[in-house]
């Protein structure tokens, strides 16, 4: 308990899934949480539930395609609590179906890039500015940016943040200013429970059939976000640029 007392945790997508599992968790450990994304009620609902525990919270609707919103996010966090220690990363979209590179849409590239890639990049330079020795920047990956195993507009976005984050890593060691990267596999959580089987690209489902052992089981959120805890936490504080598959082996 407490490892995170006294620190200040922006966590984008903090509405649902991982994101709004690490802001319990996080609150939980003590840290004062922001907590961002487009929608303010569903914002509002996670931090209704943090209070009712004792926790801190404050929620900021952001869009992070937007730089403006970046910049206003890492503004309003260092204005309430003074400064930012840890950034999680952990906003983004899917694209349609998981088509792969002969069948992807020209509108998902346009839409998951500039959430996926662009917006974890200009999260990170806005949150630069209010970070001090010690920060922990963690990003949420996916797998398939680490095998190809998904939609090549998805699979795009989520290896530019494997470069992201070790470019950033080897950026910021003189600073002691960590940031390391999370590639969840399949993860059980509104996003992904909502995808249409209609829409599904059977060519890349088959290929990734061929390349995992898909009958073992998801993570939950819940674990994604216990990681996540340890990148964020001065246990994990001579890890950086490092890149950690929690999949249960399905992609081994």
């Known amino acids: 308990m407490n490892r995170l007392q006294g620190k200040t945790a922006v966590i984008t997508g903090g509405n649902s899934g991982v994101g709004a599992a690490a802001a319990l968790l996080f609150a939980r450990e003590g840290a004062n949480v922001v ?5 303010q009620a569903a914002l509002d609902e996670v931090a209704e539930k943090i209070r009712a525990e004792g926790g801190s919270v404050l929620t900021v609707a952001t869009d992070i395609s937007k730089d ?3 910049k206003a996010l890492m503004q309003a966090a260092a204005d309430k609590f003074g400064k930012i220690d840890i950034l999680i990363n952990n906003a983004g979209v899917l694209d349609t179906g998981l088509k792969a590179i002969d069948k992807y849409l020209d509108e998902d590239a346009e839409k998951v890039i500039s959430i996926n890639e662009v917006g974890t990049m200009q999260c990170i330079r806005a949150a630069l500015a209010k970070m001090n020795e010690g920060a922990s920047i963690v990003n949420v990956a996916s797998v398939a940016g680490y095998n190809g195993g ?6 795009a976005s989520k290896a530019a943040i494997i470069g992201i984050t070790k470019h950033t890593a080897m950026l910021l060691a003189n600073r002691y200013i960590r940031c390391n990267a999370v590639c969840p596999g399949n993860i059980v959580t509104p996003m992904t429970m909502n995808l249409n089987p209609a829409s599904l690209d059977m060519s890349m489902m088959g290929a990734m059939n061929k390349h995992g052992d898909l009958s073992l089981k998801s993570c939950t959120a819940e674990e994604v976000a216990g990681i996540l805890l340890f990148l964020a936490s001065d246990e994990s504080k001579p890890l950086t640029g490092q890149i950690l598959v929690s999949d249960y082996g399905v992609n081994l």
Request: charged fraction near 20%.
């Open 35 to 39: 907590i961002s994304a487009r929608r």
């Open 68 to 70: 403006g919103d970046c």
């Open 150 to 155: 998904g939609g090549a507009v998805y699979v």
